[in-house]
């Protein structure tokens, strides 16, 4: 469990004293209503300048006000904003407040849009800047000319976000949802594929797919998928509420015609942020949600006629991407890697634990699902909160009694342990929390 007091310990107590943070001649700290809090450094400082350390690692998690004892493991569901994020979101939020004759602020939202557009291996035109996930799949599904009796092609571990609009359009056109079942976890790529494929027929319209599940974290085999569809004339239309700042994502590379994903999770911008990459050559087929149907010039930003927006947040995009940049992409998603790898590792030695994320990196990141023996899931989940204060959260889908821990960078091996100390406590005593979480 590490806190910000912690951050401060490790500090006297040597970790960082030769640590870049040290050569930099910030401040090490101040105390502020009985809590320390750790400078806020430049998103300069976050480049790493040697080896990539628990020292380095250290000074990433020094920039986020991480509840003081809490070790946050539920990134799926929302990350934590780190300070350079607050702090721009702050300072455009005052200043509009104080000033809003200048409220839309569309030039630097243009530049916020190029500069998403480079992160994702996209062009300006090709970007709408969204409010959720959800909103970027909606966009696509409902601004498709479908019609009664197409077809749909989606798996049972799809989140609502992208499945709502698919069963509204059922209800309301009759469009048919084809729903297959995803092995936990899979054998091969071919075996993915070929589900799809086998669901396939000439009424297909197109694939929606996860990036990467919600439920166990399986990284799908976009490409291999978008190849399908393409080569069976249809389109596919990616959930991507998790990769985007949490893998090296490259639109062109993956060929993928629509993809959505989230700024609250793994690019840690907060609530209320989203991207939807729309392709270029497919934009004349899908209508804007709302507003005018739009000029081909603007690209993708006809699908943001919205009316007014939470201009802070989406400008505050622009210090989360500028860290995750000088951090390095390759950086995080390698990071983030071996933090699950070393949970799934220890997760596999727990007597008692079944995991259903598979142990493969192809399949597999920063997500991972498990259950302790037939111990309630939520029992579990509150045993290790009031226990020792680590947040990760329940899952239901498919039936599943199961949790699911996150591991992000500003996680650190320590909390990954400490995770796995408490499982193997809940699981070494599963007589006590079978009908209560109570220590
Ligand atoms: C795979 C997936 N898709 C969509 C969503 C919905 O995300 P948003 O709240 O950004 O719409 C989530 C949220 O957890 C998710 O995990």
């Known amino acids: 469990m590490i806190s910000r007091r912690g951050f401060i310990r490790g500090v006297s107590g040597g970790v960082l004293a030769t640590g870049a943070l040290a050569r930099s001649g910030a401040s090490l700290g101040a105390w502020e209503g009985g809590q320390v809090i750790a400078p806020t450094l430049s998103i300069a400082h976050l480049k790493p300048s040697g080896p990539l350390d628990e020292a380095y690692w250290w000074r990433v998690r020094s920039q986020f006000n991480i509840l003081d004892g809490m070790t946050f493991m539920n990134n799926g569901t929302e990350g934590p904003v780190p300070r350079v994020v607050l702090e721009a979101n702050e300072r455009v939020f005052r200043e509009i407040a104080e000033n809003p004759s200048n409220n839309y602020r569309r030039e630097e939202v243009d530049e916020v849009r190029a500069l998403v557009a480079g992160f994702m291996g996209a062009e300006a035109g090709e970007i709408a800047l969204t409010r959720s996930t959800t909103e970027g799949m909606n966009i696509f599904t409902h601004g498709l000319d479908l019609k009664a009796g197409d077809e749909v092609v989606y798996c049972n571990h799809e989140h609502g976000g992208g499945i709502g609009c698919i069963t509204t359009l059922a209800k309301r056109i009759g469009i048919k949802p084809v729903v297959i079942e995803i092995p936990s976890p899979p054998q091969s790529v071919d075996q993915i594929v070929g589900l799809y494929e086998k669901a396939i ?19 799908t085999p976009i490409k291999e998928l978008a190849d399908l569809a393409h080569r069976r004339g249809l389109l596919i239309s990616v959930d991507g509420a998790h990769p985007l700042g949490m893998m090296d994502l490259d639109m062109k590379a993956m060929n993928v015609d629509h993809y959505a994903a989230a700024g609250q999770k793994w690019l840690m911008c907060g609530t209320g942020t989203g991207v939807c990459y729309i392709r270029r050559d497919i934009q004349d087929r899908v209508w ?17 006629a919205f009316g007014q927006r939470d201009v802070p947040s989406v400008l505050g995009m622009t210090a989360a991407v500028e860290m995750q940049k000088a951090i390095g992409k390759p950086n995080i998603e390698a990071r983030v890697r071996a933090l699950s790898t070393r949970f799934r590792t220890g997760l596999k030695a727990i007597p008692g634990v079944k995991m259903w994320t598979s142990e493969d990196p192809l399949f597999a990141a920063g997500l991972t699902l498990f259950s302790v023996r037939d111990i309630p899931m939520a029992n579990v989940q509150q045993a290790i909160l009031s226990r020792d204060r680590i947040y990760i959260r329940t899952m239901t889908t498919g039936n599943l009694n199961a949790c699911r821990a996150a591991t992000h960078i500003y996680n650190l091996p320590s909390e990954v342990d400490h995770l ?4 193997r406590h809940v699981s070494e005593n599963a007589s006590r929390y079978m009908t209560t979480a109570a220590q």
Request: charged letters at 20%.
């Open 201 to 219: 027929t000439p009424r297909t319209r197109f694939i929606m797919v996860s990036h990467m599940t919600y439920v166990t974290g399986l990284i």
């Open 288 to 304: 804007p949600l709302m507003g005018p149907p739009g000029d081909p010039k603007d690209g993708a930003k006809k699908y943001e």
């Open 420 to 423: 796995l100390d408490s499982i």
